[in-house]
């Protein structure tokens, strides 16, 4: 196989405000608001969605801001406060408690639980299945695409009168390129490992080596959603296509031929590769509901 390396987990500590109906919901906390930005990578004390990766998740929250306001995307002044706000919710979680910590993580996925049941009016979707087998990409998909699904029709609705033409087709050309990249690696290590699973079980079975063959029965999450975009349904076929790498690695857990940690880091290499994309497109969300509120 070729890759199979660094770690990561993902949940993020967040509260979104989703649409019109999420305002109420979007206001309840700065704390969760600033916190939830992307996922993080030291003092553990959550649920378990995030691996407790709370401090990572601040200094990128941080570097995404320095990485906006570098590309001219928010003013000195908005990458000001976006700053002060990690220095603020920092401050925040180190004093909270675990269980306090926990509560957060749980909320900010129920609310995007949440905004997958609302419908949007007016709105041309498409219905799409979404099964997952593996846990450890359910908190990624509830972390992230409810926000990035609902982005995706606002920027096409609001972009302009939210960025103004020119900054809109810079975000929107970002948000392009990370999908594509994104796209080419998951079709790179589902060839990957199919081919490795394929070769190594036609050498177990001229070994004459009991071959098992794992099957998932109960997925982690299997659910009917609207995508809004054509952007949204690339993202579910990425993540479900990965979710299909991860069954070939359960082959090789099984027979044997790779450690689980093995696995388990390879799993974490997906996440971080998904994580920026989450965050910005989390951020750009934000900024456009601004813009949806206001009218």
Not at 121 to 139: I, Q, Y
Request: proline share 3%; glycine share 6%; hydrophobic share 40%.
């Amino acid at each position: 196989m070729s890759t199979i390396s660094e770690e990561t987990n993902l949940d993020a500590a967040n509260q979104p405000s989703a649409d019109n109906s999420d305002a109420a919901a979007g206001h309840r906390a700065t704390a969760d608001d600033a916190a939830g930005v992307s996922p993080a990578n030291q003092h553990a004390t959550t649920d378990g969605a995030d691996g407790g990766e709370i401090e990572l998740e601040l200094q990128q929250m941080e570097d995404a801001a320095n990485t906006l306001e570098k590309e001219g995307m928010i003013s000195d002044s908005e990458a000001a406060q976006k700053r002060e706000q990690v220095a603020r919710t920092r401050k925040l979680f180190r004093e909270l408690s675990p269980a306090e910590r926990a509560a957060i993580v749980r909320r900010r996925r129920e609310i995007g639980r949440e905004l997958m049941d609302r419908q949007l009016s007016g709105a041309a979707v498409v219905a799409a299945t979404v099964r997952l087998n593996h846990t450890r990409l359910k908190p990624l998909f509830e972390q992230w695409w409810p926000y990035l699904n609902r982005m995706s029709i606002n920027m096409q609705r609001f972009g302009r009168s939210t960025f103004g033409a020119e900054d809109q087709g810079t975000v929107t050309a970002w948000l392009e390129k990370q999908v594509t990249d994104l796209e080419a690696y998951v079709d790179e290590q589902l060839g990957v490992a199919q081919d490795f699973r394929e070769k190594t079980e036609q050498k177990l079975r001229e070994q004459g080596d009991i071959v098992f063959a794992p099957t998932v029965t109960k997925p982690s999450l299997s659910i009917e959603v609207e995508a809004y975009s054509r952007f949204s349904m690339r993202l579910l076929s990425l993540l479900m296509k990965f979710d299909r790498v991860m069954d070939n690695f359960d082959f090789l857990v099984w027979n044997g031929i790779r450690d689980q940690s093995d696995v388990d880091e390879e799993t974490a290499r997906f996440l971080r590769k998904f994580h920026p994309i989450g965050v910005r497109g989390y951020m750009t969300h934000l900024r456009l509901m601004t813009t949806v509120r206001g009218r």
